[in-house]
């Protein structure tokens, strides 16, 4: 099964997509920031498909902490 790793310090955070076994998962990467976006959260991905697959997290400087709840609950649905 693919797995997430989580990395950042605060609010800017990155969760890098591997498979059980370790190796990069550029597909899940990829479908998790399209179903982010299609529920208004924007984050951006990054990192190389072949090394570390990741979505960024860039939170606005002011936010609420229903927006952080907004996120969160919308992560947990699309993963």
């Not at 693919?2 to 609010?11: A, T, V």
């Not at 969760?15 to 951006?44: A, C, M, Q, Y």
């Not at 697959?53 to 993963?79: A, C």
């Amino acid at each position: 099964y693919p797995y997430c790793i989580q990395k950042g310090l605060g609010l800017m955070q990155g969760i890098e997509f591997r498979t059980g076994s370790g190796t990069p998962h550029p597909t899940w990467r990829n479908e998790v920031f399209r179903d982010l976006r299609k529920k208004g959260i924007f984050t951006l991905p990054c990192g190389s498909d072949e090394k570390n697959p990741t979505i960024r997290f860039t939170p606005p400087y002011i936010i609420e902490k229903g927006h952080i709840d907004f996120v969160l609950e919308s992560l947990k649905k699309v993963l």
